[in-house]
């Protein structure tokens, strides 16, 4: 295992990723938790709250993915940049716990486990 | 689920006239200007395999991928193409003519884009990595199981079919409100329409392959915002009270009382309906990128990251959705009813079509129309190319002719294509248009059944190759045994329909009523895992997996990645 690999390793939780957790997350809790939202009042621009607010979280949503892309790619950015030119290939770092899903987000950690 | 829906509104809130079906004969300018966008995306479709014609057009990444070069712009469109067709048109409005219950659509789509986000830059890296063409290339290669991959691509064919035959009935739907084959005309003549736009469609998916429906999402995209943007601005001044009074109106039965589940999803019937909405809302949405048609629209896609960056691009394309979804409330509103007055059968799929022609001019009407119509040439190019791909990939080569080569399995899944176009065109005119819907929304439950082996497959090789295809079994089976078990009635308790009724089941033991397809998955993944722990402790052989942890992230400018059919520089622009 490289000095590079070592030092990549652990740092399963980065703020970016938690960010990025942050914003895959919150999409599902506001329109799968119904009870919030399964009302028809108050109304907005003539819509009841039922439709407006599934409506809204589209764009919130949208938001959301946007911010995530750009946290995740920027890490992402600084990381190839701080390993320097020469590696442009992922390195082969095994992580022996599975991390949080979102830790896909990056490219740098491939979170295989060594079951096989 | 949706009850028929019966009742006339009350004194017309609007001036539209009443929106109806077959009140007139052929309107002759709606038809003239369907034709004309017809004949235009028809020529584009054959252009396409010129555009930036290929060295090695006879490949099947070539003819099935689009060379894996998409860039954003493309896989925009695409994407669109697959999330909303013809039959989305039609049927989500048509789902809202039913109750508010109907507009899970919307969080469905939300979700999606997140569920998205997590998975699949890591399928696109692995299939780049090692040519994968199909989900169930992956799965063999993961596994190290033909068996495996052979059964995720039987249910992907079997998902798609009437997949592909809905896109007939979003199209049928439209020609009946044009005026075109009701009772009065022969079968031929009724049919014939629907027989040219699929000879057509057949014809430039042949020649094209994916580069045909790129092409022609641009058009049919367009058409679409236009009808969209039109009809969301313009209908509502024709309403008094704007959208308050649509909503007003389509929730106000004819005693003059608010009906319950329309402003809200409200509980009624003794159901709750909270989790049952929210159950299919995350079920829909864990099994679209499931479908091999949507899949393709990831994979040929040129970098890892090309989806992502377009995750809230394609946002728009949800929140369109929910505006089509509430023609269905316009429809209503105006004084649909889903009786006509004319020779054909109330029919809440009429629903859209009927507002457009009673609302718009006629030249207008007959642009949304051709909205519609192209909205179902594209996704049923592509859904053909996936089936076409999965069965060339998993069936032909991994058990009929392992030594075939690129530009044989690109033969054979053109040949396949046409095939698969045709099985669902005899389906729709040898059937009716109800047992495609139910066979669609079967497709659904079973489809989902392959997450398992594909997304957690992305995450971890835990699983055992034979209790994946046991736990997948399972899935289908209960699937189709409780789908099949549904009956649907009528408000007044009528029984409507014997079997496929409604995609909502009570979850046995519990008093919850959930998504079938959820169901069927929670029981696919007990027997998983419970059967994984089985297999692994009578050491029953686990089979190779021909991937390593770094072909998951993968990207484009690798120096370790396959070559490419031929480099098209100026296609990955875009």
Redesign the interface.
């Known amino acids: 295992m490289s000095e590079y690999e070592r030092s990549t390793r652990g740092q399963v939780l980065t703020p970016a990723r938690i960010i990025a957790a942050i914003c895959v997350i919150l999409p599902f809790v506001a329109v799968l938790y119904v009870p919030i939202y399964d009302k028809d009042e108050s109304e907005l621009g003539g819509f009841p709250f039922f439709f407006w607010w599934q409506l809204l979280w589209v764009a919130v949503t949208a938001g959301l993915m946007g911010l995530a892309y750009y946290v995740v790619r920027r890490e992402e950015l600084a990381r190839k940049a701080a390993s320097g030119a020469g590696n442009v290939a992922v390195p082969d770092a095994v992580q022996d716990t599975a991390p949080d899903a979102v830790a896909d987000a990056d490219t740098q950690n491939a979170e295989e486990g060594d079951a096989e | 689920m949706s009850t028929i829906f019966t009742a006339a509104a009350p004194a017309a809130p609007s001036d539209i006239p009443t929106p109806d079906v077959g009140s007139h004969g052929i309107n002759q300018t709606e038809l003239v200007v369907v034709v004309f966008f017809f004949l235009l995306v028809s020529v584009l479709g054959f252009l396409a395999a010129r555009w930036r014609r290929a060295r090695q057009a006879n490949h099947l990444e070539e003819w099935g991928l689009g060379g894996r070069s998409f860039g954003g712009w493309i896989t925009w469109f695409l994407l669109g193409g697959d999330l909303y067709t013809a039959y989305t048109f039609i049927a989500v409005p048509a789902a809202l003519v039913g109750g508010?219950f109907g507009?899970f659509a919307?969080?469905y789509?939300?979700?999606v884009?997140?569920l998205v986000?997590?998975?699949l830059?890591?399928l696109w890296s692995v299939s780049r990595k090692h040519g994968y063409v199909t989900p169930s290339d992956f799965a063999r290669g993961r596994y190290g199981s033909k068996g495996l991959g052979l059964a995720i691509a039987v249910v992907g064919v079997v998902a798609t079919m009437p997949y592909i035959a809905l896109q007939l009935v979003g199209i049928q739907a439209c020609l009946d409100v044009i005026g075109i084959g009701g009772k009065g005309s022969s079968t031929f003549a009724k049919d014939l329409p629907l027989f040219i736009a699929f000879a057509v469609l057949a014809a430039f998916t042949y020649t094209s392959g994916l580069r045909a429906p790129a092409v022609i999402a641009f058009v049919k995209d367009f058409l679409i915002y236009l009808v969209i943007i039109v009809a969301v601005i313009y209908i509502?001044t024709r309403f008094t009270?704007?959208?308050?009074?649509?909503?007003h109106a389509a929730s106000t039965g004819p005693t003059g009382k608010t009906k319950p589940g329309f402003?809200?999803?409200?509980d009624h019937n003794g159901k709750a309906?909270?989790?049952p909405?929210?159950t299919i809302?995350?079920g829909s949405a864990m099994a679209l990128f499931m479908y091999p048609h949507a899949q393709i629209g990831v994979l040929s896609t040129k970098s890892?990251?090309t989806v992502?960056?377009n995750?809230?691009?394609l946002?728009?394309y949800?929140?369109v959705l929910?505006l089509i979804a509430?023609l269905g409330y316009m429809a209503l509103a105006a004084g649909f009813n889903g009786t006509a007055t004319g020779h054909l059968d109330g029919n809440p799929q009429h629903a859209v079509p009927a507002l457009f022609d009673a609302v718009f001019p006629s030249w207008f009407a007959g642009v949304a129309f051709a909205a519609v119509a192209i909205g179902a040439l594209v996704p049923a190019a592509i859904m053909s190319i996936a089936a076409a791909n999965l069965f060339t990939r998993n069936i032909y080569v991994d058990f009929i002719k392992p030594d075939a080569t690129a530009h044989q399995q690109a033969q054979m899944s053109k040949f396949v294509s046409l095939l698969v176009k045709f099985g669902a065109l005899a389906f729709v005119l040898g059937l009716d248009a109800t047992s495609a819907i139910n066979f669609q929304l079967l497709g659904g439950v079973l489809i989902l059944q392959t997450f398992p082996a594909i997304v957690i497959g992305l995450?971890?090789?835990?699983f055992h190759r034979w209790a994946l295809i046991a736990g997948l079994v399972t899935g289908v089976v209960y699937g189709v045994v409780v789908a099949w078990q549904q009956k649907k009635l009528s408000a007044d308790g009528k029984v409507l329909q014997n079997h496929f009724g409604a995609q909502i089941a009570k979850v046995p033991g519990t008093h919850l009523y959930a998504y079938i397809a959820i169901t069927a998955l929670v029981l696919n993944l007990i027997v998983t895992v419970v059967l994984t722990v089985v297999f692994r402790a009578l050491k029953v052989a686990?089979g190779v997996?021909e991937t390593?942890?770094?072909d998951?992230?993968?990207?484009d400018?690798?120096?370790?990645l396959p070559d490419l059919v031929q480099a098209e520089p100026a296609l990955a622009e875009l």
């Open positions: 508010a507009f919307v969080p789509t939300i979700i884009w997140p986000f997590l998975f830059p890591r509502p009270g704007g959208w308050h009074g649509i909503f402003l809200s999803l409200n309906n909270a989790f909405y929210a809302a995350l890892r990251n992502r960056k995750l809230a691009g946002s728009v949800s929140l929910g509430l995450f971890k090789r835990w686990e997996d390593q942890a770094h998951y992230t993968a990207d400018g690798d120096t370790d």
